[in-house]
């Protein structure tokens, strides 16, 4: 019967097709259906850039003709409907079909459907999937034999329970949209439905439902109960609100001629008239700018009409538009801008020969990169962050009354405390520190490195203005032992060099050359310690705290203290400029000295008269070794310090490098009086 070389499809009459498969970005929720893809391949071939030829004349792409539908003529039978949740389903629309015969699709259909990846079931559900994918309007069939009562669509209550159609037993709560009868939930409004109320071979009389459900309702919904729909992904993006009615309508004319049902009521509820689009003012010069390129003005407007965007009014400035409602991807100049670009097509704007540029000078970091910055370093040096309260006990600023921080005449009082331990505003971070030390030692944490960045409040001196006082501090508190005790490690107890090698790697971090002198804070709150400087201002302060004050904390072992300002250090890190050099190409020369000083002398001294003396080539100093005995005249103390020499321009030789050991040292000794061991 067949001859040789007839092809397949002739022989079992499954006819031909050609299936296009398109990736949609998530914004193109008009294109998830035949029609928008359909209005989009007719802009594109009105202007011959996604095609090798070039038709014209094409008529405007429209849905076809469905049911003619009177929706005010009700449904019948007694039903009654309604939508209490009008927000969340703005446009509802019920068609009533009966004669209903439940029976496969028609072959054309199976195949449309197989092709898209769609089983076919029955022709009533085919119907509903069949213009799904046509149209991008989901749909819904109920068997009206089995709603009893109003149907309405109201929000679920906590607990209500619905079985859908992949027989699984849901619990809804409040926020859930559903389509209900008098007695239960019929369906997730936008996701699924409930297998009782579904369409099953016996069904005789359906209520069509095609309706616009608000996306991110649909979208929670979905994602709540792990369920996605081709409907739900379609509700999730915005569907068309002005092809609820035309989906019915088109759904219901193809039940009917599948079925030999007919439509025998249908009710609109809400929204009734065409949903408005988006309006959109373009600028030419913003136009040309985005795109790089000056388009015709007559083929921008012929874009534009070919994408259903009408132009309202035009001026030599630009033009007002309206996009049409299914465009709810486009609200802004700069999706119509990208709209045209995509239809003239993105490879006909010429790549200029040149480009250029202007390079900014990079803002300056914020506070709170800073504030985060400095975190980071106590962070990597084994500190961990604190926050305590701001409220505390008035006790503290009574007694420490000689500390330059407290004083109990500026003491910031809660008019209504909630106790006495929290009565008024700290005027220092110290003792919340302390609290924070005691608590980890009663639960048996001993070595604890802590930072906290916080605010103290005073009252202001009676000079100025009447109010209050915020300052912000980085206070760190460390106390036990440096390193947890091994075979190899001893377990030192940390000491007031341990928190100032953190202090210096804070300064270090902002970029700042700081001064620190020692005190003696007698009856303050430090034992002894060191005053931090730059310039001539005092920025913090740092030292063992005295034990006076760690025992009112109920802490009995040494704590040693750091607290630093905040606004200067934001300030010094904002005034940072960082400078890239080449690494040096010559040598550098080490070479050490043991002075004899005063004990009083400190280091940071003798540093700083140094470089006075010798600033071109001297590029380090460092103390390694500190000297007191009996070998020494009283009163003295020796330091070994080495000193780093180098030239970015040349090799020093053995008579520079003597000249300027020379320079340092007579620098050193003028200033000091000091004398070579």
């Known amino acids: 019967k ?25 914004n ?8 928008g893809v359909a209005r989009d391949l007719r802009a594109g071939l009105m202007h011959g850039t996604v095609c090798e030829f070039t038709q014209t004349g094409l008529d405007k792409i429209e849905p076809l003709g469905g049911a003619n539908i009177d929706f005010l003529k009700g449904l019948t039978g007694g039903f009654k409907t309604s939508v209490e949740a009008s927000d969340l389903a703005p446009r509802y629309t019920l068609v009533e079909l009966e004669g209903v015969n439940i029976a496969p699709s028609p072959e054309h259909a199976q195949r449309f459907l197989r092709g898209i990846g769609c089983a076919p079931i029955n022709n009533v559900v085919d119907a509903t999937n069949y213009v799904l994918h046509e ?103 915005q569907v068309d609100p002005n092809m609820v009615k035309a989906a019915a309508e088109r759904a219901a004319e193809l039940i009917c001629e599948w079925s030999g049902a007919k439509v025998v009521g249908a009710v609109e509820i809400g929204e009734t008239n065409s949903a408005p689009g988006y309006e959109v003012d373009l600028e030419w010069d913003m136009l040309d700018k985005m795109i790089g390129s000056k388009l015709e003005r007559t083929h921008v407007k012929s874009i534009l009409g070919a994408l259903d965007i009408e132009v309202r009014s035009e001026s030599k400035e630009g033009m007002n538009l309206m996009v049409s409602a299914y465009r709810s991807d486009v609200t802004r ?18 790549i200029p020969s040149r480009i250029s540029s202007t390079l900014e000078v990079s803002s300056e970091p914020d506070k709170e990169d800073i504030l985060f910055g400095l975190a980071s370093t106590l962070v990597a040096r084994g500190y961990n962050e604190i926050m305590s309260n701001s409220l505390t006990k008035a006790v503290y600023s009574e007694h420490c009354w000689k500390d330059s921080d407290l004083n109990p005449k500026t003491t910031v009082e809660i ?85 100032k090698e953190a202090v210096v790697a804070l300064l270090d971090q902002v970029g700042v050359s700081s001064k620190v002198s020692e005190i003696v804070d007698e009856g303050g709150l430090l034992l002894e310690g060191n005053v931090i400087k730059i310039g001539n201002n005092v920025i913090g ?56 000083i005063d004990k009083g002398m400190s280091f940071e001294s003798i540093k700083e008269y140094a470089f006075k003396a ?25 330091y070994a310090v080495g000193l780093i020499l180098q030239d970015e321009s040349k090799t020093l030789t053995d008579k520079q490098i003597d000249k300027s050991v020379a320079r340092i040292l007579e620098g050193i000794i003028k200033a000091t009086g000091a004398t070579l061991r």
């Open 614 to 638: 010798e600033n071109k080539i001297l590029k380090e100093m460092s103390l390694f070794d500190v000297y007191e005995g009996d070998k020494l005249e009283k009163g003295k103390v020796s």
């Open 333 to 350: 100049p700069a999706d119509v801008v990208e709209e045209i670009l995509r239809v003239h097509g993105f490879d006909q704007i010429e």
């Open 415 to 499: 008019l209504n405390p909630l106790s006495g331990d929290l009565g008024v505003m700290r005027q220092s971070l110290v003792f919340q520190g302390l609290e924070a030390i005691a608590r980890n030692k009663n639960h048996k944490s001993t070595d604890l490195k802590l930072f906290e960045f916080g605010r103290t409040y005073q009252v202001k001196d009676k000079g100025e203005t009447s109010g209050y006082q915020e300052t912000e501090h980085l206070s760190l508190w460390i106390t036990g032992r440096k390193m947890p005790v091994n075979w190899n490690e001893q377990g030192d107890n940390v000491d007031m060099f341990t928190l």
């Open 28 to 35: 193109r929720n008009d294109a998830m259906g035949h029609l």
């Open 541 to 596: 302060r740092f030292g063992q705290v005295h034990p006076d004050v760690t025992k009112m904390c109920k802490v009995d072992e040494p704590v040693f203290w750091a607290d630093l300002l905040v606004k200067p250090l934001l300030k010094a890190r904002k005034k940072r400029k960082i400078i890239a050099k080449e690494l040096p190409k010559f040598p550098s020369v080490k070479r050490d000295l043991s002075l004899i």
């Open 2 to 26: 067949w001859s040789p070389g007839t092809l397949v499809s002739e022989v079992f009459e499954v006819g031909s097709d050609e299936i296009l498969e398109i990736g949609l970005t998530p």
């Open 135 to 237: 149209l991008g309007q989901p749909l819904h069939a109920f068997d009206t034999e089995t709603i009893q009562g109003e149907l309405k669509v109201r929000l679920a209550t906590n607990g209500e329970k619905i079985t859908t159609l992949d027989s699984i037993e849901r619990k809804l709560n409040s926020s859930d949209l559903v389509i209900a009868d008098a007695n239960e939930a019929m369906c997730i409004a936008g996701v699924f439905g409930s297998s009782k109320h579904g369409v099953s071979d016996s069904t005789t009389r359906i209520l069509l439902e095609s309706a616009f459900f608000n996306p991110v309702s649909v979208r929670k919904s979905s994602k709540r109960h792990g369920l996605s729909t081709d409907a739900s992904f379609r509700f999730e993006r």
